[in-house]
T-cell receptor
Framework: KAGVTQTPRYLIKTRGQQVTLSCSPI?????VSWYQQTPGQGLQFLFE???????NKGNFPGRFSGRQFSNSRSEMNVSTLELGDSALYLC?????????FGEGSRLTVL | QKEVEQDPGPLSVPEGAIVSLNCTYS??????FMWYRQYSRKGPELLMY????GNKEDGRFTAQVDKSSKYISLFIRDSQPSDSATYLC????????????FGEGTQLTVNP
């Protein structure tokens, strides 16, 4: 069974640009959540989607947004990038409380 | 006060040692407890998942939960160099879906 797939794995952007990250969950998993991981703040919850609806949202500014499609695949978008947005963005899928993470998308903002 | 406190280490032990990793939490509403292992430049990998006080064993790993003390532990027996990674505790409460609260992680090195 394939795991959680995230693309792209690495990307470099400049301040002010926007970025879209993609996540394909484990087959059959309808819940997809996103986390930001930085050395200073650790793993922080961004948002969760279930059946195309945002079910939960963390304490991030509105520049961070996401969506989920009917096939459970999810995307997150960060607009007007800031240097502090440099991080590993992790997607996780779940079906019964256990979260399974992808390898992450490492974003560097210059 | 952070909701979940975890000693960041680093922790260095010889091969074969018993490793004890610990977290404390502040909110008694937390009901689900997980341990993840994260290798460098990889995503977290779920090791253990439990929701009740007591011990849960899986091979060389034992997760222990003490809800009365708000304390969770992960024990690794016969540690191997391949266990060298960062270990993260994560906690959830029943109605928060996939919104986990993570400890900051303990970096473990097992020396051959």
């Amino acid at each position: 069974k394939a795991g959680v797939t995230q693309t792209p794995r690495y990307l470099i952007k400049t301040r002010g640009q926007q970025v879209t990250l993609s996540c394909s969950p484990i087959s059959g998993h309808r819940s997809v959540s996103w986390y930001q991981q930085t050395p200073g703040q650790g793993l922080q919850f961004l948002f969760e989607y279930f059946s195309e609806t945002q079910r939960n949202k963390g304490n991030f500014p509105g520049r961070f947004s996401g969506r989920q499609f009917s096939n459970s695949r999810s995307e997150m978008n960060v607009s007007t990038l800031e240097l502090g947005d440099s991080a590993l963005y992790l997607c996780a899928s779940s079906t019964s409380g256990e979260l399974f993470f992808g390898e992450g998308s490492r974003l560097t903002v210059l | 006060q952070k909701e979940v406190e975890q000693d960041p280490g680093p922790l260095s032990v010889p091969e074969g040692a018993i490793v004890s990793l610990n977290c404390t939490y502040s909110n008694s509403a937390f009901q689900y407890f997980m341990w993840y292992r994260q290798y460098s430049r990889k995503g977290p990998e779920l090791l253990m998942y439990t929701y009740s006080s007591g011990n849960k064993e899986d091979g060389r790993f034992t997760a222990q939960v003490d809800k009365s003390s708000k304390y969770i532990s992960l024990f690794i027996r016969d540690s191997q160099p391949s266990d060298s990674a960062t270990y993260l505790c994560a906690i959830n409460w029943k109605t928060s879906g996939s919104r986990l609260t993570f400890g900051e992680g303990t970096q473990l090195t097992v020396n051959p």
